[in-house]
């Protein structure tokens, strides 16, 4: 991975190109039960636009993969109808896998947009999804990267967008989870 750099937040880490851009909502939950990170790549050819989202959140009890992926499958389903088939979203393959130690899943997705947030063109388009996702027991939190980008740029890109999925994990001690707002004491002596 020459040229890129890490990003760790709150433990959750990944690598990433270093000339894309953080963008961090501030409308957005930012904690370390909860957030949400982009890292894009600054382009003016809107044909190589490539977004990188990472969200973590905390689940109430331990989440089977599996389950969570049929969830997911159906959640894409019930956004399909409601958009009265105007867009359209599919998971092309699942790939089970294992990164940082954990069980985890590589999704191929797609959907086409039909509205202005995701239309670049002004027309219906298809936008090509990778997404890796893992559950952590350590940290109980769901962590999910999505990589979105056009047909073109994941064709011509998509090992370096899996290989910079696959360096996802976790990295964190016991404290961090029991009070990650913890700061220690420092004497003055």
Known sequence: MDNFIPLNIYGIGIKHPQNWQIFINPNNKFTFHEGLIKIDKVTIAKKTATSLSIRWANMRENVNLDDYINVLEKQFQKKEK?????????????????VDGKNAYLLKNE????????????KDELVKVLQLLFYSEQSNRMVVAS?????????????????????????????????????????EG
């Open 82 to 98: 409601r958009s009265r088939h105007k867009d359209r979203y599919k998971i092309n393959e699942k790939i089970k896998c294992t």
């Open 111 to 122: 959907f086409v947009a039909n509205h202005s947030i995701y239309r670049i063109f002004g």
């Open 147 to 187: 990589l979105s980008t056009t047909p073109e740029e994941l064709e011509e890109n998509e090992d370096t967008f899996i290989e910079i999925l696959m360096s996802l994990h976790e990295q964190i001690d016991q404290t961090a989870k029991n009070d990650a707002h913890y700061w220690p004491m420092v004497s």
